[in-house]
């Protein structure tokens, strides 16, 4: 039976993995050529939320001195400006990956779609610690975008067929 092919922004699937290695490798100089292939990505078409979701934490996680030890950068962030990046990255996350499953008339709770998507609770309450009350502690936002690119990677990356 004839398949009508699926148009990706990548190139290859040898593309795609290479791009999932960088996001997920060790060293940082990778991590800055992940997030500029997925931006290149975004330029060409719609890419998945899942992949803009990986890059953005990545991105965010660059800007973290915590990670790169650099005290001194002319870039450095404060520590509130740090909490802002990683709270909308992680609301963002949350919200596109429950909001194409909210079908029908009645709006259904993002914990009760999170639940169907296996997507843990706890991220559902992180995300609205961090759209509703006092942003949540930077240990607590590294820990959640920690579990959050695991998450991705078990549940997009490793599951997925370019």
């Not at 990046?85 to 999170?114: E, K």
Request: charged content about 20%; proline content about 4%.
């Amino acid at each position: 039976m004839y398949r009508i092919p699926r148009v990706v922004p990548w190139t290859s699937i040898d593309e795609y993995e290479q791009v999932y290695q960088w996001l997920y490798a060790e060293a940082a100089e990778l991590h800055e050529l992940g997030v500029k292939r997925v931006k290149a990505w975004s330029s060409r078409g719609q890419v998945p939320h899942a992949i803009i979701s990986t890059a953005s934490f990545v991105e965010v996680s660059m800007r973290d001195n915590y990670y790169n030890n650099k005290q001194h950068s002319m870039n450095r962030i404060s520590e509130h400006e740090l909490r802002l990046l990683y709270s909308m990255v992680f609301i963002r996350f949350v919200n596109g990956m429950v909001d194409p499953a909210q079908q029908g008339v009645y709006a259904i709770s993002i914990a009760t779609l999170a639940t169907k998507l296996n997507l843990p609770l706890w991220f559902v309450e992180l995300r609205h610690a961090g759209t509703h009350e006092l942003l949540p502690s930077l240990s607590i936002l590294r820990n959640g975008v920690r579990q959050a690119l695991n998450w991705l990677k078990e549940n997009y990356w490793t599951s997925q067929n370019p």
